[in-house]
């Protein structure tokens, strides 16, 4: 394996449907090739997603995959139920036309260049926020563009007190449409139709899924101050008429396999079908999968259009896995990968000893990310949800039950599980990615206490291409953008040798070293120095991507806010030279 493995986030199984720090295909299928035989079998206790189960699928492995995610599981399963390309486009179509004769032409409005009848494609919707001056009820977007798009301008119309996102939101309300007309080739801006405001819920079965204070979510992106409380509260009142008449007549389909497929393409549209899509004047800025966030102007997207998209999306991905796979040597069916996912907690692997040829997993990174409160946002459409109390994950709330002491007794029994599955002269890689080393020191001690040893000429960095948000305006990251890919075995008996405190003159001397020599990124470097801890027994504790960027900042280093690299005068970070 190279000492680090760059892949793109743009192969057709990555795009067919989104999921929290999903790791690409092309970043597991190395590894498989690696460290399992042809024919062999792959297991993943961290599933997520299933991506282990499509590149073992890929590469003509068998695999088992494990998770307490049930959306995790529905996309998983999905990903590898390869279904006949004809009947699936017929199916995605009958239900399209059932729903629309169901609901009418609630995407049909009148150009109001010609009079006659256009497709709506979007729709611009504002928040209405109350003005702290008067009271008045002040449009966020008519505000802003008042105001010539430069939001510290933004005032109220009548008594000019300066108002923001940040104002007391009263409302929501559409400020543009965006149709297909005959009279132009180009889409065209024309004031909203009546009918984004006019269907009646009475009578739909929408899901009614309360996303409660409890939740870690739910104080972090402040749905208590929003309003925005319930699964159904993201939709506008079309799209979730729309979604959930498009969803009684997917369970109409009879063929399982296909019904199931449906249902991927449809649960793959939830987050851009809602109000998450941020506007944006340039472009649209997509929607945050990692949060609950509505921007103060968002988009109404034409729901028929997205699940169209995305059908055509996942045959390519189907395509993707069936290409692969006719590249396998004596691969019985083409269409029947060896996959099989289960609901499982990875402290407790329903496999025999000595069972598997290699295990590829990773597992939540500890406080950055809450899968299953994210989750619900799917699992409101489908039958039944995730068990939050058995997510390996630290609340970041004070109080909270799912402690730093669980998640590592959680992880150092999920390890010794993995370990007790795999074959004597196995191998396993797990992916972990944090800023703080406090959290990498529990990894050190879940390794060792489930009695593996990490291989230290196996250590891989993962760059996905990506950067954080905080990273892109500010242009330094504390928030670690790249993985390390851990591969480990069975210690076989060895005592561990006791990890050393590192002195801050050896970390200091280390960080100038590498910087001149090979990273290009504050979390390049910080990746660069966690490996060499790992290979000098150093313990990780005080190893904090925060402490690095500091140290960089006084050393004089500086950063391209644009490519994220380091530079200092006429010094340029090597790495990707």
Avoid at 552 to 568: E, V, Y
Wanted: hydrophobic share 40%; with cysteine; net charge neutral.
């Amino acid at each position: 394996m190279p000492e680090e493995l760059s892949v793109g986030r743009g192969d057709p199984a990555y795009l067919a449907h989104a999921y929290l720090t999903k790791v690409p295909v092309p970043a597991i299928t190395p590894f498989i090739d690696a460290y399992s035989p042809p024919g062999g079998v792959v297991a993943d206790p961290f599933a997520g997603s299933g991506m282990t189960g499509v590149a073992a699928a890929m590469k003509g492995r068998k695999a088992y995959l494990f998770d307490i995610s049930v959306l995790g599981q529905h996309i998983g399963q999905n990903f590898v139920n390869l279904v006949n390309p004809d009947q699936f486009t017929k199916h995605a179509e009958e239900v399209v036309q059932a729903t629309q004769a169901e609901l009418g032409d609630v995407y049909t409005v009148e150009c109001t260049a010609c009079g006659r009848a256009g497709k709506l494609a979007k729709t611009v919707w504002s928040i209405v926020v109350e003005c702290p001056g008067c009271a008045e009820r002040v449009n966020y977007y008519r505000s802003m563009e008042a105001a010539g798009w430069r939001k510290a301008d933004m005032v109220c119309g009548k008594c000019h007190t300066p108002v923001s996102s940040r104002s007391r939101r009263v409302g929501e309300e559409p400020v543009l449409d965006s149709i297909s007309s005959e009279c132009t080739a180009n889409q065209r801006d024309q004031t909203p139709s009546s009918k984004s405001t006019s269907l009646d819920l009475e009578k739909i079965n929408y899901p009614r899924v309360e996303i409660t204070p409890d939740r870690q979510m739910y104080k972090a992106s402040a749905l208590g101050k929003s309003g925005l409380t319930t699964v159904a509260s993201f939709y506008s009142d079309r799209n979730l008429a729309v979604l959930a008449t498009l969803r009684k007549n997917i369970a109409k389909v009879e063929d399982p396999a296909i019904r199931s497929k449906l249902l991927f393409a449809f649960t793959a549209c939830l987050t851009r079908a809602s109000k998450r899509y941020q506007w944006s004047r340039q472009r649209p800025l997509n929607a945050a999968n990692a949060n609950y966030y509505v921007a103060a102007v968002f988009y109404e997207w034409n729901v028929y259009d997205l699940f169209s998209r995305k059908v055509k999306a996942v045959l390519k991905s189907d395509n993707y896995v069936r290409t692969a796979r006719r590249n396998c040597v004596d691969l019985p069916d083409l269409d029947s990968p060896e996959v099989n996912y289960s609901i499982g907690s990875a402290d407790s692997i329903a496999l025999e000893d000595d069972s598997v040829d290699y295990i590829f997993t990773d597992p939540p990174f500890g406080s950055n990310l809450f899968y299953a409160d994210m989750a619900l946002f799917q699992e409101a459409w489908l039958d039944g949800f995730t068990d939050v109390d058995q997510e390996a994950v630290i609340d970041r709330s004070k109080g909270g039950k799912r402690t730093a002491e669980r998640y590592e007794a959680l992880l150092t029994n999920a390890l010794r599980e993995c370990n007790r599955i795999l074959r004597a002269d196995g191998y396993i890689s797990m992916v972990f990615g944090n800023s703080s080393g406090s959290v990498w020191a529990l990894i050190q001690r879940s390794i060792a206490n489930a009695g593996l040893m990490i291989d230290p000429d196996k250590l891989v960095v993962l760059n996905k291409g990506q950067r954080s948000v905080k990273g892109l305006a500010s242009g330094f990251e504390d928030v670690a953008t790249l993985d390390l890919v851990i591969t480990m075995r069975n210690a076989d008996g060895d005592v561990p040798t006791a990890l050393k405190a590192v002195e801050r003159a050896t970390v200091a001397t280390t960080i100038q070293k590498l910087a001149n020599v090979r990273p290009a990124t504050p979390s390049h470097l910080y990746l660069e120095l966690l490996r060499t801890g790992i290979r000098e027994g150093w313990e990780l504790d005080k190893l904090d991507l925060r402490d690095i960027t500091t140290a960089l900042i006084a050393d004089g280093w500086d950063i391209d806010p644009k490519t994220g690299r380091l530079s200092r005068g006429d010094v340029v970070a090597a790495h990707e030279l």
